[in-house]
Nanobody, 125 residues
């Protein structure tokens, strides 16, 4: 049974930082591309970042470039999202997702096969 468990969310002031983690189990992690998405109530899920299985390719939504960094540790079956210079508009539930194929369309939710339950990030002004 595949499980993706996010952690590291919370409340932070604008300009602060958070590091999200997503621990994977039940799959051969090193062969999966991984992505982060976020969602606020009433809106569609929004692409944040993605990383290929080897970590050699990384993709970011334009609004996150320079502020967010995605990384992975295949030995720990974990993908990370370092978020710096947070803004109130970054407030959302953040989800990690796993793609059994090498990432081709990182921004498309239907690219991904498995999803975590999400972790809340709240940025106060």
């Amino acid at each position: 049974q595949v499980q993706l468990v996010e952690s590291g969310g919370g409340l932070v002031q604008a300009g602060g930082s958070l590091r999200l983690s997503c621990a994977a189990s039940g799959l051969t992690f090193r062969t999966y591309s991984m992505g982060w998405f976020r969602q606020v109530p009433g809106k569609e899920r929004e692409f944040v970042a993605a990383i290929s299985w080897s970590g050699s390719r990384r993709f970011y939504a334009d609004s996150m470039k320079g502020r967010f960094t995605i990384s992975r540790d295949n030995a720990k079956n974990t993908v990370y999202l370092q978020m710096n210079s947070l803004k109130p508009e970054d407030t959302a539930v953040y989800y990690c997702a796993a793609d059994r194929l090498d990432v081709e369309f990182p921004g498309r939710p239907d690219e991904y096969d498995y999803w975590g339950q999400g972790t809340q990030v709240t940025v106060s002004s």
